[in-house]
């Protein structure tokens, strides 16, 4: 699986000025906007970390902004929503840490930012060069519909294939057969799940994320975590790892 830290900026701020940037993904930013929204982004920060390290996260859909505000200087990444946040802020503040021991808190910057070439490459290596928060992605599947799967993804390895991320943005709108089956309506009389789960239930059918799902059910994510939590308390989950 290939998930990457788009961007990455380092900002001040006492200029808004953005003193070194890397991309390493596709996520573009129009570049004639980029100053002021990462000003934007920095006043952010400032009014609600208060200058204290903590990571900060605004959903943009499609990826997410991470943003770690410390000493006077912002550093914020364009991530994939399957990058893991924890590893994203530490090395995020850490590149902080780096900057400030190496050229200050640019109080009494002149504003040249031609003093910092040469940190990209610092930047490059801490990154790993966007791959820093690289985790595996789990795939929920209800376990009446696993041994189906398992025959497809081993008729799928007979023809030297393997199950990518790719094969799942792919399936998204293709139903497979398996998951005409439904659990017994008596979780539902019985009290072990309401409708709601039930329905989330049916969708962890191998080729959604958690993210898929929330996003199919119109459900926020953190909702359908505790979900997902619950089928899985219950044992009628299983997670399948895709690379």
């Known amino acids: 699986m290939i998930v990457i830290l788009h961007n990455v900026y380092l900002i001040s701020n006492f200029t808004g000025i953005c003193l070194v ?31 204290s390290g903590e990571l900060k996260i605004i959903d943009m859909q499609i990826f997410y ?46 504003g040249d930012v031609r003093m910092f070439k040469g940190f990209e490459n610092v930047m490059d290596v801490m990154l790993k060069d966007g791959h820093v928060s ?4 789990k795939i929920p599947i209800l376990k009446i519909f696993e041994k189906d799967f398992v025959k497809s993804r081993k008729q799928i390895a007979k023809k ?18 398996w998951t005409s089956k439904r659990l017994p309506s008596q979780v539902i009389t019985q009290g072990f799940l309401n409708k709601e789960q039930f329905k989330i239930a049916h969708l962890a059918d191998g080729f959604h ?23 899985d308390d219950l044992g009628l989950l299983k997670f399948i790892d895709i690379k």
């Open 160 to 177: 030297g294939l393997v199950l990518s991320e790719e094969d799942l943005r792919d399936a998204q709108n293709q139903k497979p057969m």
């Open 65 to 110: 902004l991470l943003l770690v505000f410390k000493e006077g200087i912002l550093c914020t990444a364009a991530a994939d929503k399957n990058d893991d946040a924890k590893i994203t802020h530490k090395v995020l503040s850490e590149i902080i840490d780096n900057f400030l021991e190496k050229f200050g808190n640019l109080m009494d910057w002149s």
């Open 209 to 231: 994320t958690i993210s898929d799902i929330a996003e199919e059910a119109g459900v926020p994510r953190s909702e359908i975590d505790v979900m997902i939590d619950d089928l």
């Open 134 to 137: 690289e985790v595996p992605l």
């Open 21 to 51: 940037h890397r991309k390493y993904g596709t996520i573009e930013f129009n570049q004639d906007l980029v100053s002021g929204f990462l000003t934007a982004l920095k006043d952010f920060s400032v009014e609600f970390s208060k200058g």
